[in-house]
């Protein structure tokens, strides 16, 4: 059973420009003071904090957090895994969420039904993570791709704030 409907979502053209760039300089880094990206906008550390306070109660900032190389603190063994259940999804991708090895967990179309990207620091550790996502009541079964590499770092990605990826200007 799937989800359906719409969530009340702003669109990135919602947003003026000063929106855009603050979105994308805490994207960059949070790490600043106020103060500091403020002046590196041109406005006032209180129109920034008022900004910023608005996009946090809109849902569009979710939190600070520090970006952590998982693989250069032991959690060598990631992998992909898809999912493919039979009855509630719904349940089946919340049992997978709760599980400690699991990085996220994507609700997607095509041949399955819900991918896990998990994070182990051994063999031992992955194979159970795999084994108690199989032992979850409505999973059918799962297929599991190992990570060789990783090339791009999701939390690296910096969404284009300013509409220009694939524009002909």
Avoid at 40 to 46: M, N
Avoid at 56 to 78: L, N, P, T
Avoid at 145 to 152: F, P, S
Wanted: aromatic letters at 8%.
């Amino acid at each position: 059973m799937r989800r359906t409907g719409k969530r009340n979502m702003s669109d990135i053209r919602d947003f003026d420009e000063t929106d855009r760039r603050i979105i994308e300089l805490m994207c960059v880094s949070s790490q600043g003071s106020y103060r500091q990206l403020a002046k590196q906008l041109g406005i006032h550390p209180t129109t920034l904090i008022q900004r910023v306070k608005n996009l946090e109660s809109k849902g569009i900032i979710k939190g600070y957090r520090a970006k952590v190389d998982y693989m250069r603190m032991g959690f060598e063994f990631m992998g992909i895994v898809q999912i493919y259940a039979e009855g509630n999804i719904l349940n089946v991708q919340q049992a997978v969420r709760e599980l400690p090895q699991v990085i996220g967990v994507f609700d997607v179309t095509g041949e399955c039904d819900s991918v896990a990207w998990i994070a182990c620091t051994d063999r031992d550790e992955f194979s159970v993570a795999v084994k108690s996502i199989l032992e979850i009541e409505g999973v059918k079964k799962t297929n599991t791709m190992v990570v060789l590499n990783m090339i791009k770092d999701p939390f690296d990605f910096v969404p284009d704030v300013h509409g220009k990826a694939g524009s002909s200007e």
